[in-house]
């Protein structure tokens, strides 16, 4: 018999790592209708927090230096379990404190200690996507309360068709978008969280994409806090060469961004939060990665459908600044793959 429980899971860091938390929290969702489930996030991701219909509860991280303050959250909350999927010593700590009964994290560093269950998961080899580890923790924390969800799927944050609908319909008035194309969001920043390609080779990419696919296709530019001038910049680039490209429109915050992208039909990206927003999404994407181990694009896979999802890395190299070499990435080959996938679409 499957009881309910008072779930924390934590994921305090950045908004791509907490977007891969997303499965897992859908897979505790399944194990009962009836967990409360609440995450610890930082302030800067509590958005998308409340836009997860797999959340019940957001809870903000006070941050380092708050260990009384943490703790004393976790304890109002009279939760059964919790789940930390990147364990740091602060949260280990404040969980003890707080006498929270089931405590599980990976087998990894000294913080674990403070969790009665520890999982061994190596991440560090990098063998499978970042997802999958959530939600092999989360699989083995609801087994632990007697509950046994079945593997989830995407989507991970699935919006009614009419929600997709108003927001493409808003974007197409904003932009003056042709409904008939194929919307691609291009982000060419990466907000300081990974290596990217230059600003010039997405326009190499747009070029070939457009030589090959023609007013299939119409490129929208996004961008982050402090990143509109190059957006704004890749933007006029393409349009002087005859590129049908839009500069995204301002949102107010993070939630109206990423429900932005949910009118697209595919995001090309670096390993950024946006492309891992879009996976969620279960849109088609087209995302850059490193070659080195930690940030490989298995490591960082997005969560959407696997025949919506592309992928390319530099070659593999034994030197670490070629394995980072984002300009060593093929091009070429990554046009043919995007074609191809736009004309199955």
Request: charged share 20%.
């Amino acid at each position: 018999m499957s009881f309910s429980h008072r779930i924390l899971v934590v994921r305090n860091d950045k908004l791509g790592d907490f977007m891969l938390a997303w499965p897992a929290l859908k897979a505790l969702r399944h194990a009962s209708p009836d967990n409360h489930i609440a995450v610890l996030v930082p302030d800067y991701t509590a958005p998308m927090a409340r836009l997860c219909p797999w959340i019940d509860e957001v809870l903000i991280d006070p941050g380092a230096g708050s260990g009384s303050q943490l703790t004393t959250l976790m304890r109002d909350g009279h939760f059964d379990a919790l789940l930390t999927l990147f364990s740091t010593p602060r949260v280990g700590w404040a969980g003890m404190r707080a006498h929270i009964p089931l405590r599980m994290a990976p087998a990894t560093k000294w913080a674990q200690f403070f969790y009665g269950t520890r999982i061994t998961q190596r991440r560090s080899r990098s063998l499978k996507p970042e997802y999958i580890y959530n939600l092999e923790l989360a699989e083995a924390l609801a087994k632990r309360l007697n509950q046994y969800p079945r593997r989830v799927a995407p989507p991970y944050w699935p919006l009614e068709s009419e929600q997709r609908a108003s927001q493409r319909q808003q974007l197409a008035y904003e932009l003056a978008l042709d409904s008939e194309r194929q919307w691609w969001v291009l982000h060419p920043g990466s907000g300081g969280s990974a290596v990217n390609l230059s600003p010039q080779r997405y326009i190499e990419l747009a070029e070939k994409v457009t030589r090959h696919a023609g007013s299939a296709i119409s490129f929208i530019v996004s961008w982050g806090p402090g990143e509109k001038e190059r957006a704004s910049a890749v933007t006029q680039a393409l349009a002087e060469r005859q590129i049908d490209a839009h500069l995204m429109p301002a949102r107010a915050g993070l939630a109206e961004f990423a429900l932005t992208l949910a009118a697209a039909d595919g995001m090309i990206a670096g390993s950024t939060g946006p492309l891992h927003i879009a996976g969620c999404l279960d849109i088609a994407t087209l995302g850059f990665y490193p070659a080195k181990r930690s940030a490989t694009s298995l490591r960082w896979q997005t969560c959407n459908s696997s025949d919506k999802r592309l992928a390319f890395s530099p070659p593999p190299s034994e030197d670490a600044r070629q394995a980072t070499n984002m300009e060593r990435i093929d091009i070429d080959a990554a046009a043919v793959a995007l074609t191809e996938l736009i004309d199955k679409r």
